[in-house]
């Protein structure tokens, strides 16, 4: 009670509060001192048009404050007084003037700044929060690189390929479109965390594919034949997911088959969320090297065929779609299609790291938003941001843009099947081993990249040309083969691997033990074998001999 009281008492005092300065022993904002006048550059606090930033409670730099001949009243901190207004015991010998001693601005701002700082963060938490929940229903996990996670045990890798990211991109056109469902755009990210480094690979999407299940086909139709093959049988609660599901293992696995590296994770993107994620990044940034004239997407463009002239040009979503669909307006037609569409992802990449998109979180909050259900993905939130940290370190000059048509390395060329056109191999229909070769070697295995172990291969058997073929199986893989020989002898019943290292290139050694289906040993088991610098001899055995 006496507290109660005593709080109803006390005069307030001439305090600054965050910048604010009461002008009165009232504490009222906004009110001069009786018998106080202010000259007319001074403005009062009350009429908000006081200047910006913290005043002190003495006169405002650059104005004079002029007191009345009057004595002020009450200069300070006044007694407390009972309701008679007697001054309260104890506060008699408190009745001196006291002034106080002004508080610095510094520490006002730095207070402000604080209060600020909180309000970003509990503000931030929020939007971040909400991405997430949201995010829930389009990373749904599932993807599985080991090498997303630092210092791999290499018994988590199951094979050469491992040592990478490869994520697969599918673009569809969506609701309202022809085809909705045809996977004209094909694309493999695929990322190095260990040198830092990014490949684009684009997959022709008439490459013609045999499946396990549906028959030959285009690549782009794989998806969509699975997906209304379940879509189309008995109706089930889950039709739908289990039908999604099924299309996209099609065609992971035909694009497996095809290219020959595993597939880690896949995003499936329509249309609308890719106009709509450029519109959100304010547009991307590309140097277009020739015009660009299609006639038959010049309705979408205002009725002008021209489509991007030459010179760097900033594109909106709906331009960078045109830009990364038109087909007929290029002299290599659908091949030049697939450059243009790595074009536009590595703008995007560098557009998405130079506006700091993953560190604002109201750009995120309008990515997800805008994607909706626009894109899938079996990425989880977590490893989509392990991505994220992985590639904002990589520069745009360590990102290789790959095609299969693109000389020296064009693997594949135009063929028709039964009045169809469509994309075949070089080496001849189903026939990938160029295919593979190559993209194995421009993405290799980061791990096996890394230790570049020399590898030594013997043919222990009497079956000639073992070693060959098997020297090419392993190059296929980026395995640095410096030599085949017969061994001294050739009665060795299983195959060996010897590793001259003791372990110290343990992922090379992994991979080959699987790859072999052998345990490592550390010591030859001949001396007259002469390895030379090998880190690792392989001695085929008649095992190996009765897989050719």
Do not use: C
């Amino acid at each position: 009670m006496d507290n109660l009281r005593r709080k109803k008492l006390e005069a307030p005092r001439n305090k600054a509060i965050d910048g604010f300065i009461p002008s009165s022993r009232s504490g009222l904002e906004g009110i001069t001192r009786p018998n106080e006048t202010f000259s007319s550059s001074s403005k009062r606090l009350g009429d908000f048009k006081r200047s910006d930033g913290f005043h002190g409670s003495g006169p405002i730099e650059g104005t004079q404050a002029t007191p009345s001949p009057k004595k002020r009243k009450h200069f300070g901190r006044q007694p407390l007084r009972d309701r008679e207004g007697n001054i309260a015991l104890g506060e008699k010998r408190r009745t001196k003037k006291i002034f106080r001693k002004p508080t610095h601005p510094w520490k006002m701002a730095l207070k402000s700044l604080a209060i600020i700082f909180v309000m970003i963060i509990l503000t931030g938490g929020f939007l971040f929060g909400r991405a997430y929940w949201k995010g829930r229903h389009i990373f749904k996990g599932g993807g599985s690189a080991p090498a997303l996670a630092d210092n791999i045990d290499p018994t988590k890798l199951r094979g050469e390929g491992d040592g990478r990211v490869n994520i697969l991109i599918l673009g569809k056109g969506g609701p309202g479109h022809e085809g909705p469902d045809l996977t004209d755009t094909i694309l493999i990210a695929s990322i190095d965390p260990i040198q830092k480094e990014t490949a684009i690979l684009s997959i022709p999407r008439d490459l013609y594919v045999k499946t396990t299940n549906y028959g030959s086909m285009k690549i782009n139709s794989v998806y969509p034949t699975a997906k209304y093959q379940v879509l189309n049988g008995p109706k089930t609660p889950d039709q739908a997911k289990r039908a999604e599901d099924v299309g996209l293992a099609a065609v992971q696995e035909s694009i497996k088959d095809a290219i020959g590296i595993p597939i880690h994770y896949y995003a499936m993107v329509d249309f609308e969320a890719f106009r709509k994620a450029i519109d959100t990044v304010g547009g991307i940034t590309i140097d277009v090297k020739q015009p660009l004239y299609d006639a038959n997407v010049a309705w979408e463009n205002h009725n002008n065929p021209l489509i991007a002239g030459v010179g760097l040009q900033t594109f909106n979503g709906k331009r960078a779609l045109l830009y990364a669909r038109s087909r007929y307006g290029s002299a290599r037609g659908d091949f030049d299609r697939t450059e243009r569409q790595r074009e536009v992802l590595i703008a995007l990449k560098d557009k998405v790291l130079s506006a700091g998109t993953f560190g604002n979180p109201l750009k995120i909050n309008q990515l997800i938003t805008a994607f909706g259900d626009h894109i899938s993905t079996n990425l989880s939130v977590n490893e989509l941001l392990r991505v994220y940290a992985i590639g904002k370190d990589i520069p745009s000059n360590k990102i290789s843009s790959l095609g299969l048509a693109d000389p020296p390395n064009d693997y594949v060329k135009t063929g028709n099947i039964n009045g169809l056109s469509v994309v075949i191999p070089r080496a001849g229909l189903y026939n990938y081993t160029e295919i593979h070769n190559y993209v194995r070697n421009v993405l290799k295995d980061g791990y096996i990249k890394s230790e570049n172990a020399s590898i030594l291969i013997l043919n222990g058997t009497g079956t000639g040309g073992l070693a060959t073929k098997k020297s090419e199986e392993l190059k296929s893989y980026g395995y640095n083969v410096i030599g085949v020989a017969d061994a001294p002898t050739k009665n060795y019943p299983r195959t060996i691997l010897v590793d001259l290292r003791s372990g110290s290139k343990k992922y090379t050694r992994h991979y080959l033990e699987q790859r072999l289906g052998v345990s490592s040993v550390n010591s030859l088991p001949d001396s007259s074998i002469a390895a030379g610098s090998a880190d690792f001899v392989i001695i085929l055995g008649q095992n190996e001999a009765a897989n050719y």
